[in-house]
């Protein structure tokens, strides 16, 4: 296992470019098996969970190669499995349920099972299939689905759940008729999947509104260009936040600002200077950083993914911030590692409150999600010390070349085995001004 060390206290300087966004990248691996044939896709992430994804696809009989641009051959499908072994590591999978009953008629998907954020029940998605005519037996932890006769709906959402919309949706461009999904979310993410499937002939409309209305065709097939997916909003707004605690100067590239008004206005509001491009974002801050009021929301509120960041940049700032986790029940485990940094968080259930108390001090830390990692990097970058972060596994899921794009703008960081104690040994790492991707990541 490996960990990361972080040594704070120097302002993030220079340009970080984004990368595309894994939370679009995994529907629409996903999604090709709707469309028989060879499908190119381009700006996917090189990240733990992209590789386990195509190695699902591959396990179900769809071949993959990567070069730059992701080719998948989803000619044939050949086992329409997702073993517990892949769902347990990654809950995306279960987005093959969709696809796979309208592909083949049959899918047999483990059940997720709950992860540190919360028990991330998957109701409104067998809902919705059911809808479309989908039947699901429960037995070992399994969800066995068939469907003989896929035809359109109505559907209304509980509510807008991002990968529950998008595993309905994959299931009614196969369908008989009209599918009508209400309460739909509307994640950039979403409607990039939703553009994705109308290059391969798909009928949707309302893309990006809470209605979406799709006409299902007989049959897809992969676009005749490559499709290129969008830029990664959450990734982005994790390295403004590094910035804005160490009190750099940092332009992000190959970015979308309009996919990121609520995070860049909380910025705004915790004190920071933002200037926008088409497709970079620049933040610096010339002032002490103030106390914010954040509110998770599904999209376009403010988004649950960006939590624990700005909860890290809170800290550093003067001032009382309060949190509202209104998406997951217990998005909140990267508070007790701050504490352990000096900071002074209190929460019960799904509120908490931050009194800003610079500086925190370096800490051993330890991960717990891959959104929580995030902010413990932060927190150490800012930190007045050494920091060490574990298991950054939960990091490899999201994060590509993490270490690479910080150190290109003049952050301490390296990645190191966690049987690796010695302080000098911590420290020639973090001197060694080796590759910037180090061997794990290269
Ligand atoms: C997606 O998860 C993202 N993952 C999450 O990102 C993100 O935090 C979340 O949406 C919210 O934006 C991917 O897209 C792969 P939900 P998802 O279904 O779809 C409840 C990250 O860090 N719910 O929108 O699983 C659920 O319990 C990850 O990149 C039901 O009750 O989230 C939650 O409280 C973490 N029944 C709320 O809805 C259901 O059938 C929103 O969950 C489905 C969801």
Do not use: W
Request: net charge neutral; glycine share 10%; hydrophobic share 40%.
């Amino acid at each position: 296992m490996e960990k990361l060390v972080v040594e704070g206290g120097r302002p993030l300087i220079g340009s970080i470019p984004v990368s595309g966004a894994k939370n679009a990248a995994l529907p629409i691996l996903i999604a090709t098996l709707v469309a028989p044939g060879e499908h190119r896709l381009g700006n996917i992430p090189d990240l733990a969970d992209t590789s386990s994804t195509l190695s699902l696809l591959g396990r179900i009989g769809c071949p993959s190669l990567v070069n730059g641009v992701v080719r998948i051959d989803t000619s044939r499908v050949a086992f329409s499995e997702a073993p517990y072994d892949v769902v347990r590591k990654m809950r995306a999978s279960v987005l093959v349920l969709g696809p796979l009953l309208a592909r083949t008629g049959e899918a047999k998907v483990s059940l997720p099972g709950g992860c540190a954020i919360g028990t991330r029940p998957i109701d409104q998605h067998l809902k919705g299939l059911e809808a479309l005519g989908c039947r699901f037996e429960l037995s070992g932890g399994y969800i066995h689905g068939t469907v003989h006769d896929l035809r359109g709906a109505d559907i209304h959402l509980d509510m807008p759940t991002v990968t529950g919309t998008e595993n309905i949706v994959m299931a009614a461009v196969l369908a008989r008729g009209t599918t009508r999904i209400t309460n739909a979310a509307r994640e950039p993410e979403v409607s990039d999947l939703c553009d994705f499937l109308v290059t391969l002939g798909a009928k949707i409309e309302g893309i990006g509104t809470s209605t979406l209305i799709i006409e299902g065709v007989p049959r897809l097939t992969p676009a005749s260009r490559p499709y290129r997916i969008v830029p990664d909003r959450i990734e982005a707004g994790t390295y403004l936040c590094a910035a804005a605690a160490t009190g750099g100067d940092v332009t992000l590239t190959g970015v979308d600002p309009k996919l990121m008004e609520a995070t860049l206005a909380k910025l705004v509001e915790a004190g920071c200077d933002v200037r926008t491009t088409e497709d970079t974002i620049r933040l610096t801050r010339s002032r002490q950083l103030l106390p914010i009021k954040v509110r998770t929301e599904p999209f376009p509120g403010f988004p649950t993914d960006m939590q624990a960041q700005l909860m890290t940049l809170a800290c550093f700032s003067k001032g009382t911030s309060t949190f509202e986790e209104t998406i997951f029940e217990n998005r909140y485990m990267h508070a007790a590692e701050l504490l352990r940094m000096g900071a002074d968080i209190q929460h019960a259930g799904r509120v908490a409150t931050v009194r800003g108390n610079p500086p925190l001090k370096g800490a051993a830390v330890m991960a717990s999600d891959l959104r929580a990692s995030a902010a413990l990097v932060i927190a150490g970058l800012a930190a007045e010390g050494i920091t060490e972060v574990l298991r950054i596994y939960h990091l490899d899921r999201g994060y590509e070349n993490l270490v690479g794009k910080l150190r290109a703008v003049g952050a301490r960081i390296a990645r190191v085995s966690d049987t690796v104690q010695d302080p000098a040994k911590l420290k020639a790492a973090l001197d060694d001004l080796g590759p910037s991707v180090a061997p794990a990541e290269a």
